[in-house]
């Protein structure tokens, strides 16, 4: 739109950054500004960019393209009334854009100086601008949020979690065990380190969901009175306890309690022949914001259509639609409606609140590697052995481990996948 001029990206991490924001849209246009060499002898140039990602066949129809595309001249207008334009380039797919290509032709098509327009002019000009604009904490920032969304992202909300594999299930479990010494309960709510025996590792993600008071059946396991269940790996997993092995597979965790989730529906932006907005159903959990095209998509486990961690959050509000960008969408940025006021002040607050959620992430997690006490995060040793297991191995999961051959105490894990 040349009056507009939606944003749907943006940034200061140059053009690998740039080539994130390539694909989200039939044909996307923009100013790049870039500079070779450093101190007084440093040339800029501001370059109109036309991309799209023709080698993304799946994405969008050549006829959606070719209707964005009209479009061009335009916002080759538009755009040059914000900086005077040096050249023009067109970029085809995500590949093409590279700091080599880009170079080349901009060199090529402007007429300018071969041997100045370098790849390592622009590097070193690239490396003088971070130095004076950029500090290490904010790119430790950028760098924390993207691994965030690679390894902990949660399961949706209305996912059930399922056992851990190859669980083995006993109904005539022994479960009278007599407790020699008095044994830590963990209360419903409670913030945990839970112990995998499938993975063999503590996650220190685990939460008590469940307790019970009198000896019963849960689950498929007859268990005593004060056992625990306890969900863990990212809400994807739980773990039965009971009081006999709380003290082997379960540690009390210092991180900090996540605000209480939000789930609904939402306008999503998106840029195709002219702007559109698509239902989306969204869930925001554990300082994540994720999107289906459907609740039954998200409940049986289909892989979410986007991913944001909200660490580093920046958002802008206008009437119902709220727009943001974070550390982890590397420049993007993507606009919602909510459609009321009331509903976008609902979900900017709850936003607000899981971003705050996520820096308390972070800084737990600094500290946690900083003062981790391995001696204390080893795996527990079994009560007794049995079979052909090894001394000091994490019992199978369902074993039962006999004391003095009276009773048992049990660890049953089953937690989703």
Same mark, same amino acid.
């Given at each position: 739109?040349?009056?507009?001029?939606?944003? *749907?990206?943006?940034?200061?991490?140059?053009?690998?950054?740039?080539?994130?924001?390539?694909?989200?849209?039939?044909?996307?246009?923009?100013?790049?500004?870039?500079?070779?060499?450093?101190?007084?002898?440093?040339?800029?140039?501001?370059?109109?960019?036309? =991309?799209?990602?023709?080698?993304?066949?799946?994405?969008?129809?050549?006829?959606?393209?070719?209707? =964005?595309?009209?479009?061009?001249?335009?916002?080759?207008?538009?755009?040059?009334?914000?900086?005077?334009?040096?050249?023009? @380039?067109?970029?085809?797919?995500?590949?093409?854009?590279?700091?080599?290509?880009?170079?080349?032709?901009?060199?090529?098509?402007?007429?300018?100086?071969?041997?100045?327009?370098?790849?390592?002019?622009?590097?070193?000009?690239?490396?003088?601008?971070?130095?004076?604009?950029?500090?290490?904490?904010?790119?430790?920032?950028?760098?924390?949020?993207?691994?965030?969304?690679?390894?902990?992202?949660?399961?949706? /909300?209305? =996912?059930?979690?399922?056992?851990?594999?190859?669980?083995?299930?006993?109904?005539?479990?022994?479960?009278? =065990?007599?407790?020699?010494?008095?044994?830590?309960?963990?209360?419903?709510?409670?913030?945990?380190?839970?112990?995998?025996?499938?993975?063999?590792?503590?996650?220190?993600?685990?939460?008590?969901?469940?307790?019970?008071?009198?000896?019963?059946?849960?689950?498929?396991?007859?268990?005593?009175?004060?056992?625990?269940?306890?969900?863990?790996?990212?809400?994807?997993?739980?773990?039965?306890?009971?009081?006999?092995?709380?003290?082997?597979?379960?540690?009390?965790?210092?991180?900090?309690?996540?605000?209480?989730?939000?789930?609904?529906?939402?306008?999503?932006?998106?840029?195709?022949?002219?702007?559109?907005?698509?239902?989306?159903?969204?869930?925001?959990?554990?300082?994540?914001?994720?999107?289906?095209?459907?609740?039954?998509?998200?409940?049986?486990?289909?892989?979410?259509?986007?991913?944001? *961690?909200?660490?580093?959050?920046?958002?802008?509000?206008?009437?119902?639609?709220?727009?943001?960008?974070?550390?982890?969408?590397?420049?993007?940025?993507?606009?919602?409606?909510?459609?009321?006021?009331?509903? @976008?002040?609902?979900?900017?607050?709850?936003?607000?609140?899981?971003?705050?959620?996520?820096?308390?992430?972070? /800084?737990?997690?600094?500290?946690?590697?900083?003062?981790?006490?391995?001696?204390?995060?080893?795996?527990?040793?079994?009560?007794?052995?049995?079979?052909?297991?090894?001394?000091?191995?994490?019992?199978?999961?369902?074993?039962?481990?006999?004391?003095?051959?009276?009773?048992?105490?049990?660890?049953?894990?089953?937690?989703?996948?």
């Amino acid at each position: 739109d040349p009056e507009k001029l939606p944003l *749907s990206g943006g940034g200061r991490g140059a053009i690998e950054e740039m080539s994130e924001g390539i694909g989200a849209h039939p044909t996307t246009f923009g100013l790049l500004r870039i500079s070779f060499g450093t101190g007084k002898q440093q040339k800029t140039r501001w370059v109109f960019i036309h =991309a799209s990602d023709a080698d993304d066949t799946n994405a969008y129809s050549l006829r959606e393209r070719g209707q =964005a595309t009209v479009h061009a001249p335009k916002m080759e207008a538009a755009i040059g009334k914000y900086a005077q334009v040096s050249t023009k @380039v067109q970029i085809n797919s995500r590949a093409d854009c590279t700091p080599e290509n880009i170079i080349k032709y901009v060199a090529k098509v402007g007429n300018f100086d071969v041997a100045s327009f370098t790849v390592e002019e622009y590097l070193a000009a690239m490396a003088e601008f971070r130095s004076l604009t950029l500090d290490t904490e904010e790119e430790q920032v950028k760098e924390d949020a993207c691994k965030m969304v690679e390894e902990n992202a949660p399961a949706a /909300e209305e =996912a059930p979690p399922a056992p851990e594999p190859e669980l083995r299930r006993s109904d005539t479990m022994e479960t009278q =065990a007599r407790q020699r010494k008095a044994m830590r309960l963990f209360k419903l709510g409670d913030n945990v380190l839970v112990y995998s025996n499938a993975a063999r590792i503590w996650h220190d993600d685990g939460v008590i969901i469940e307790t019970i008071d009198e000896a019963c059946k849960r689950d498929g396991f007859a268990l005593p009175a004060g056992s625990m269940k306890a969900q863990y790996n990212n809400g994807r997993r739980y773990k039965w306890v009971t009081p006999m092995q709380a003290k082997e597979f379960l540690r009390s965790s210092t991180r900090p309690t996540p605000p209480p989730p939000l789930t609904g529906e939402l306008f999503k932006e998106t840029h195709n022949f002219i702007t559109e907005w698509h239902i989306r159903h969204f869930e925001l959990s554990k300082g994540f914001l994720q999107w289906w095209v459907s609740a039954d998509d998200a409940r049986n486990g289909a892989r979410p259509n986007g991913v944001v *961690s909200l660490l580093g959050l920046q958002m802008r509000v206008m009437d119902t639609v709220f727009s943001l960008r974070t550390s982890s969408t590397k420049g993007v940025i993507y606009s919602f409606d909510a459609t009321t006021l009331e509903g @976008v002040e609902k979900w900017t607050a709850h936003l607000s609140q899981h971003a705050a959620y996520c820096e308390a992430m972070r /800084e737990h997690l600094a500290r946690s590697n900083d003062d981790v006490d391995q001696d204390a995060l080893q795996p527990p040793r079994a009560a007794a052995l049995s079979g052909n297991r090894l001394a000091g191995a994490p019992p199978s999961t369902g074993d039962v481990d006999g004391l003095d051959g009276r009773g048992a105490s049990m660890v049953v894990e089953p937690v989703g996948a």
